[in-house]
């Protein structure tokens, strides 16, 4: 994958610390792909290489396979010597995380086992051009008016064109899920069949984990977003966060206990890290550049994309530069499709333009936003993520075979 480009419409130069996504061995991707083809994938990614020292058939020797995703989980969370001693002395390694760092983009990963090229989606605002509008992806909700996922007469799989890992694996599969999103229309999209198990809280999580592994043979996937939600709140290296990343360490060496002796490969692992940005740019008091604009910002905070009237893209670039050359790299969009910034194909049908006209890489300490009519101006997160800095892209292998 090249990393720079000298063209003005190109990737000038990465960022002290920034490197692109690892699809070739290294990453979230990687991982998906030797537990899809250990478990069976009936249509497995040809073009996906699986997880360096991970191959498959270690993964299908045994009977049960627990993946645990902790949104937000850092690997530099775990550099602490004083913190999380169960989940450090079971760290394997790092992880690359797609890209963007971001849920949309990782959490579909892990719940189709493609990377974002394949899946299409590319940020928690994604643009849809079957309903000509930018919807907050996951939850369904539109920027500003339009119709949400209730709305439609067609699923959230069908109209995003997802193909669910459970659905394609040859062994029985469990979702566990918190309960304000277990039956949203998104979730009950991807998870199919899949047997599905509910928490509340914490305590809730482990115990629905450990029943959902114990009640049948095959793979379970389990998903903790509440690391990611005090990160948002608090900031990355928070006290409120660090006491949950304690508790979570305790929870965690309880259910290896509780599993003993079942035959579980159990991992986990997360969608990214996140990074304090204190620094924020309102794109409304840059009407010139907002003016170019011909929907709302896509993406993320730390990496948005940009749709630009075909007739103000140089405008908007000279603009962009000189008033946001400080806290930004612009980028062209078709750089990062030819260069596989969001892994090996083919592509989904949408892709292209699912990423705007330009990307904004915001610098580290940055984020972005852009205003609707009649949308809620943003939280004022703490930490964020999106963004190619180690803290955001490298995320931890947690590994214990029980």
């Not at 610390?17 to 991982?31: F, Q, R, T």
């Not at 760290?91 to 797609?98: G, I, K, Q, Y």
């Not at 990355?236 to 508790?247: F, G, N, Q, T, V």
């Not at 609707?372 to 995320?395: F, N």
């Amino acid at each position: 994958m090249a990393q720079a480009h000298d063209n003005p419409a190109g990737f000038a130069d990465l960022q002290p610390g920034w490197s692109p996504p690892d699809y070739a061995g290294e990453g979230i991707a990687n991982l998906m792909q030797s537990l899809a083809l250990g478990l069976g994938d009936r249509a497995p990614h040809s073009a996906l290489p699986p997880l360096n020292g991970l191959p498959p058939e270690s993964v299908a020797r045994h009977s049960r396979v627990l993946l645990i995703v902790v949104d937000g989980l850092g690997d530099a969370m775990l550099t602490d010597p004083g913190l999380c001693p169960n989940l450090r002395a079971h760290r394997v390694r790092a992880l690359s995380s797609v890209f963007p760092t971001t849920t949309a983009a990782g959490i579909t990963t892990y719940l189709t086992g493609q990377p974002p090229a394949r899946h299409g989606l590319t940020g928690w605002f994604t643009y849809i051009e079957a309903l000509d509008q930018v919807m907050a992806v996951l939850p369904g909700l539109p920027r500003g008016e339009g119709p949400g996922y209730g709305d439609l007469a067609v699923t959230p799989r069908e109209l995003l064109g997802l193909n669910p890992l459970f659905a394609r694996l040859s062994v029985p599969t469990a979702s566990v899920s918190p309960a304000r999103i277990a039956n949203s229309p998104f979730n009950r999209s991807i998870s199919g069949d899949a047997r599905g198990y509910v928490y509340k809280d914490l305590a809730g999580f482990f115990r629905q984990t450990r029943r959902a592994v114990l009640d049948a043979p095959g793979f379970v996937y389990a998903y903790w977003p509440e690391l990611d939600h005090l990160g948002h709140e608090h900031g990355a290296d928070s006290a409120e966060l660090r006491a949950h990343l304690a508790e979570l360490d305790a929870g965690f060496a309880r259910l290896l206990e509780g599993l003993a002796g079942s035959d579980t490969l159990v991992l986990l692992t997360a969608d990214h890290g996140m990074i304090d940005a204190p620094r924020r740019v309102d794109l409304s008091q840059h009407p010139q550049i907002a003016a170019c604009l011909s929907h709302p910002l896509c993406g993320e905070p730390r990496v948005a994309f940009a749709y630009v009237r075909p007739e103000a893209r140089a405008a908007f670039a000279e603009r962009v530069r000189e008033e946001l050359g400080h806290c930004l790299s612009l980028v062209d969009s078709r750089v990062l499709l030819e260069d596989g910034w969001f892994g090996p194909g083919p592509a989904h049908p949408a892709l292209a333009g699912r990423v705007g006209d330009f990307a904004l890489f915001m610098h580290d300490g940055w984020m972005i936003f852009d205003r609707v009519p009649g949308e809620k101006r943003p939280p004022r997160m703490v930490a964020v993520h999106g963004g190619l800095s180690e803290a955001e892209r490298r995320v931890p292998l947690v590994m214990a075979r029980v």
